[in-house]
C-alpha cells in the first residue's frame, strides 16, 4: 500500500509540468494520471521499475501531454511500459494514426499485415489495396509483408506497403535489436514483433502525408527516448539507387492538372518496381506536385490550352 502511495505522489505531482506542455485541451491530467496509476499499480515489475527510477515516470507523463495521447486502455493508443531501466510512453500504430486524423494530416487510415495465404494486391497510388483473406483460417501462413492505407484530406486514397525483408532490414539495424541479439536485452521488436511492423510502415508513409508537429513528436520520441529506433536511417534513401527517375520527375511536374499528374503515374510506375529508391523518389514527387495542383484548385476545366 506504502509503494501506491508513493508512485500515487510523483504522478499527481506532475500537473504543473503536464499543463504546461499540453497540446490537446481533450487529454486531461487528472484523466491521464488515473490511467497512469492503474497501469503502474497493476503490474509489480512496472512498478519497482518506476519507483527505482521516478525520473522516467515524470519524462512519460509529461509526454503523454506534450504529444496529445492518451493512455486509456479501452483505446489502445499509447501505454506506460518498463524498457531502459525506466518507464516509458509506447504508442501504438493506433495511436500514430489516431495522431495523424486529430492533426489534420489524413482523414482515416489503417494498417494491415499480410500473411502467405492472403490474396494482396496493390492498385495504384489513388486507391485502397485488395486484400482478401478469411479473417477465421487458422493458418493463414507466415507474415509476408505489411502496409498501411490513408485516406487525405483531399479523399484520395495512399497507400504504403513493405515486404518482411525490408522490415526486418531496418529491425537489423536498430539499437534496440542489437542489444537484443548481444545481451539478449528485451526490445519491442521480441515481444510486439506484430505491432512493431505497423509502425515501421506508418513511418515510412507519413513521409508523404502533409506535415504535423504531433505526428512528427510522436515519431522522433519513439525512435529516442522510447527506444524503438525506426530512423530516418534506415529509410529506403539510405539504399542504392540502380535507376535514375529525374525524367520522370521533370515528366510529372510538367503536368497541369491533377488528373494528368495521376495518369503519368500510372503510366510510368511499374518501370521502378524493382528499385525501391528511385521508386519512393518518383513518387514523393508525384505526391508534392498533386498537392501542390490541389493546393492551387487546379482543374481540367480552368486549363485552356
Given at each position: 500500500?506504502?509503494?501506491?502511495?508513493?508512485?500515487?505522489?510523483?504522478?499527481?505531482?506532475?500537473?504543473?509540468?503536464?499543463?504546461?506542455?499540453?497540446?490537446?485541451?481533450?487529454?486531461?491530467?487528472?484523466?491521464?494520471?488515473?490511467?497512469?496509476?492503474?497501469?503502474?499499480?497493476?503490474?509489480?515489475?512496472?512498478?519497482?521499475?518506476?519507483?527505482?527510477?521516478?525520473?522516467?515516470?515524470?519524462?512519460?507523463?509529461?509526454?503523454?501531454?506534450?504529444?496529445?495521447?492518451?493512455?486509456?486502455?479501452?483505446?489502445?493508443?499509447?501505454?506506460?511500459?518498463?524498457?531502459?531501466?525506466?518507464?516509458?510512453?509506447?504508442?501504438?500504430?493506433?495511436?500514430?494514426?489516431?495522431?495523424?486524423?486529430?492533426?489534420?494530416?489524413?482523414?482515416?487510415g489503417q494498417a494491415r499485415l499480410v500473411y502467405?495465404?492472403?490474396?494482396?494486391?496493390?492498385?495504384?497510388?489513388?486507391?485502397?489495396?485488395?486484400?482478401?483473406?478469411?479473417?477465421?483460417?487458422?493458418?493463414?501462413?507466415?507474415?509476408?509483408?505489411?502496409?498501411?492505407?490513408?485516406?487525405?484530406?483531399?479523399?484520395?486514397?495512399?497507400?504504403?506497403?513493405?515486404?518482411?525483408?525490408?522490415?526486418?532490414?531496418?529491425?537489423?539495424?536498430?539499437?534496440?535489436?542489437?542489444?537484443?541479439?548481444?545481451?539478449?536485452?528485451?526490445?519491442?521488436?521480441?515481444?510486439?514483433?506484430?505491432?512493431?511492423?505497423?509502425?515501421?510502415?506508418?513511418?515510412?508513409?507519413?513521409?508523404?502525408?502533409?506535415?504535423?508537429?504531433?505526428?512528427?513528436?510522436?515519431?522522433?520520441?519513439?525512435?529516442?527516448?522510447?527506444?524503438?529506433?525506426?530512423?530516418?536511417?534506415?529509410?529506403?534513401?539510405?539504399?542504392?539507387?540502380?535507376?535514375?527517375?529525374?525524367?520522370?520527375?521533370?515528366?510529372?511536374?510538367?503536368?497541369?492538372?491533377?488528373?494528368e499528374a495521376l495518369a503519368y503515374w500510372k503510366?510510368?510506375?511499374?518501370?521502378?518496381?524493382?528499385?525501391?529508391?528511385?521508386?519512393?523518389?518518383?513518387?514523393?514527387?508525384?505526391?508534392?506536385?498533386?498537392?501542390?495542383?490541389?493546393?492551387?484548385?487546379?482543374?481540367?476545366?480552368?486549363?485552356?490550352?
Amino acid at each position: 500500500m506504502g509503494q501506491i502511495a508513493t508512485i500515487d505522489q510523483v504522478i499527481y505531482g506532475l500537473q504543473t509540468n503536464f499543463e504546461a506542455v499540453q497540446v490537446d485541451k481533450s487529454v486531461t491530467f487528472a484523466r491521464e494520471a488515473e490511467f497512469a496509476l492503474q497501469i503502474l499499480s497493476a503490474n509489480d515489475y512496472a512498478k519497482n521499475i518506476a519507483l527505482g527510477n521516478r525520473q522516467s515516470v515524470a519524462d512519460a507523463i509529461t509526454n503523454v501531454a506534450a504529444i496529445g495521447i492518451t493512455l486509456n486502455p479501452a483505446e489502445k493508443k499509447a501505454y506506460l511500459v518498463p524498457r531502459k531501466g525506466g518507464i516509458c510512453l509506447a504508442i501504438s500504430h493506433i495511436g500514430l494514426l489516431h495522431l495523424a486524423i486529430e492533426s489534420g494530416s489524413i482523414r482515416w487510415g489503417q494498417a494491415r499485415l499480410v500473411y502467405e495465404k492472403d490474396h494482396f494486391e496493390l492498385q495504384g497510388l489513388d486507391q485502397q489495396p485488395v486484400h482478401k483473406f478469411k479473417p477465421f483460417d487458422k493458418d493463414r501462413g507466415q507474415v509476408v509483408g505489411v502496409y498501411v492505407s490513408v485516406k487525405t484530406a483531399d479523399g484520395d486514397y495512399l497507400t504504403e506497403a513493405m515486404s518482411t525483408d525490408e522490415v526486418l532490414a531496418i529491425r537489423d539495424r536498430s539499437d534496440a535489436w542489437k542489444a537484443w541479439i548481444n545481451k539478449k536485452k528485451s526490445c519491442p521488436w521480441v515481444t510486439d514483433e506484430g505491432e512493431m511492423f505497423k509502425k515501421t510502415v506508418v513511418h515510412r508513409a507519413h513521409k508523404y502525408w502533409p506535415k504535423t508537429e504531433r505526428l512528427d513528436k510522436a515519431l522522433h520520441y519513439l525512435n529516442n527516448e522510447g527506444g524503438e529506433g525506426i530512423t530516418q536511417s534506415n529509410a529506403p534513401e539510405a539504399q542504392e539507387r540502380k535507376l535514375d527517375p529525374s525524367a520522370d520527375i521533370a515528366g510529372v511536374y510538367a503536368t497541369k492538372t491533377d488528373a494528368e499528374a495521376l495518369a503519368y503515374w500510372k503510366a510510368n510506375q511499374g518501370k521502378y518496381a524493382q528499385d525501391l529508391v528511385a521508386h519512393t523518389e518518383f513518387k514523393t514527387a508525384v505526391v508534392d506536385h498533386r498537392m501542390n495542383l490541389k493546393a492551387a484548385n487546379v482543374t481540367d476545366v480552368e486549363v485552356k490550352e
